[in-house]
Nanobody
Framework: QVHLVESGGGSVQAGDSLRLSCVLS????????MGWFRQYAGKEREFVAA????????YYQDSVKNRFAISRDDDKNTVYLQMNGLKPEDTATYYC?????????????????????WGEGTRVTVSS
């Protein structure tokens, strides 16, 4: 059975940094696109960032480019989201997502449909 377990959320001040982690278990990590979505209260989930095992197959939502960085450690089956320069509008619940054999570009335009596996979510709150 596949599981995604996120960690690293919390409450911070504007301008601070957080690093989210997500560990995948139950399937091969090396051929799985890993990504992050976020959800505001009462809104649909929106894409944040994704990375596949292919070189340069990394995508970001425009609003987080140059502030957030996604990375993956295949030895630890873990994907990270380093979030710098956090803003109050980054306040949301962040979800880890996994798509076997997909592409990061595909995840970036999927609006979450077609994501095979989701984590439970981790809350990020940024105060001004």
């Amino acid at each position: 059975q596949v599981h995604l377990v996120e960690s690293g959320g919390g409450s911070v001040q504007a301008g601070d940094s957080l690093r989210l982690s997500c560990v995948l278990s139950g399937r091969a990590f090396s051929r799985t696109v890993m990504g992050w979505f976020r959800q505001y209260a009462g809104k649909e989930r929106e894409f944040v960032a994704a990375s596949s095992w292919r070189p340069d197959d990394i995508y970001y939502q425009d609003s987080v480019k140059n502030r957030f960085a996604i990375s993956r450690d295949d030895d630890k089956n873990t994907v990270y989201l380093q979030m710098n320069g956090l803003k109050p509008e980054d306040t949301a619940t962040y979800y880890c997502a996994a798509v076997p054999l997909g592409t990061a570009q595909g995840m970036s335009v999927s609006r979450g449909y077609g994501v095979n596996y989701w984590g439970e979510g981790t809350r990020v709150t940024v105060s001004s």
